[in-house]
């Protein structure tokens, strides 16, 4: 048996001759398990709040947008199509023209984005989980329909009766006219039938609908062009490297890829998530600080030991490896304790939906736990662990048998 690994067990579960001693092992052991359980469940939080956002806005997202560099529009006959078609790696593509226009059910008016999808995309992504009412059809009986934003539709009070076609007026200016307040022509006029209501984000609610692609071509004279064009790829895998060969291959295009197309908001949740790490990482430092001092009084207290020990034969390196061992053994158990009870809050915040949120989105707190969160929090915990469980040893035991 390790005569070190052996004494050092005794030391830390058999009863202690001071009280004080007992006191300052348990206060660090309990310190080392709230910091571990704090950075479990912190980082857990964070991640279910990002896995929410992509939930929200990377639904109905594509892997790459391609924008034009220079004007609106990517003409119908730009060589990105046949690129595209060709390209194996890319599953399919779709025009989308986006163009602000003005809608109008009785006396309401309400402005709003209007946006023209492929049947493709609009089937293939699945946009009927999220339709409040209708069926979701952007054409059906001969009769092109727009869907409204939850937000839209409440601006313009229109119900939704499937029994009644109501009307909407789209409104947008001319390509071919010219605009004026005295000319009333200079504006084109579609009639569309209401098809139904969705809900995807508070952003795209309040100020979106949704037509066929053709219908939108027509409404803003796009000439079978688009304002940018959404492409889906077989793999994920092959994002970036697809994205640069685009790049490299078509000048007059903007390639993005989802995440950079909202930078804004994946940046500003990794930055809280990293800045609240490095303060519970800076509360963990201090909380080991404990475990030096739980070594320490310990080692004074053992004196006595440590002399019958060398008067034993014992080497200065066996001493040391046991006070070292005691404190890896103190951090070691309240990291993997910490990291159990997080854990365990986590999956029941999943199952139970523990903590409620009021007036939000969703109607609790999300959480995720991530195995690379795991396995960076065990690095750190043990790699201050060690430190701080080396030190005492280190230092105070080759003073005492120095002395």
């Known amino acids: 048996m390790n005569i070190s690994n052996f004494i050092a067990k005794r030391y830390l579960f058999a009863k202690k001759s001071r009280n004080v001693i007992n006191l300052i092992s348990f206060i660090s052991f309990l310190g080392l398990l709230v910091s571990a359980a704090s950075l479990v469940i912190i980082l857990s939080g964070f991640n279910g709040i990002q896995k929410y956002v ?40 779709s025009k989308i023209i986006e163009e602000t226009a003005l809608l109008k059910f009785d006396n309401k008016w309400a402005t709003c984005i209007i946006k023209g999808v492929s049947p493709v995309t609009y089937n293939t992504k699945n946009w009927g989980k999220n339709l409040l009412e209708g069926n979701g059809n952007l ?5 092109s329909k727009i869907l409204l934003g939850y ?18 007026k789209v409104f947008s200016v001319s390509k071919r006219k010219k605009l004026s307040i005295q000319n009333k022509q200079s504006l084109n006029q579609n009639n569309l039938i209401f098809g139904g209501v969705y809900t995807i984000n508070p952003e795209l609610d309040y100020s979106s609908a949704i037509v066929s692609y053709e219908i939108a071509n027509e409404i803003f004279e796009r000439k079978k062009g688009a304002n940018y064009i959404e492409i889906f790829l077989n793999k994920k895998e092959n994002l970036l490297e697809i994205k640069n060969y685009l790049t490299t291959n078509s000048s007059n295009l903007i390639f993005k890829t989802h995440e950079e197309n909202n930078q804004l908001i994946y ?17 963990l ?15 004074i207290d053992k004196k006595k030991d440590i002399k019958s020990l060398v008067a034993l034969g ?14 890896l053994m103190i951090s070691s158990f309240g990291s993997l304790a910490g990291i159990l009870i997080g854990s365990l809050i986590c999956f029941l915040q999943m199952e139970f939906h523990l903590i409620k949120l009021e007036n939000a989105a969703i109607d609790y707190w999300p959480v995720l736990i991530k195995s690379k969160d795991i396995l960076m929090l065990l690095i750190i915990l043990f790699s201050i662990g060690t430190v701080s469980a080396y030190l005492p040893g280190k230092l105070l035991v080759r ?3 120095s002395s």
Not at 139 to 143: A, F, G, L
Not at 151 to 168: A, D, K, M, T
Not at 314 to 326: G, L
């Open 314 to 327: 014992a080497k200065s390196k066996t001493i040391k490896k046991i006070f070292f061992k005691e404190g």
């Open 139 to 143: 054409q059906e009986n001969q009769q």
């Open 285 to 299: 430092i201090l909380s080991s600080f404990t475990v030096v001092a739980s070594i320490t009084m310990l080692i």
């Open 399 to 401: 003073k005492l048998l």
């Open 151 to 168: 937000g839209v539709q409440s601006e313009l009070q229109i119900p939704f009766n499937e029994n009644y076609n109501n009307q909407i």
């Open 267 to 283: 940046a500003a949740n990794d930055t809280e998530k990293w800045m609240v790490l490095a303060v519970l990482i800076f509360v």
């Open 54 to 93: 992509e939930d929200v806005y990377g639904k109905f997202a594509a892997e790459i947008y391609a924008y034009p560099k220079s004007g609106k529009v990517i003409a119908a006959s730009d060589s990105i199509f046949q690129k595209l078609n060709e390209i194996k790696e890319v599953d399919y593509f």
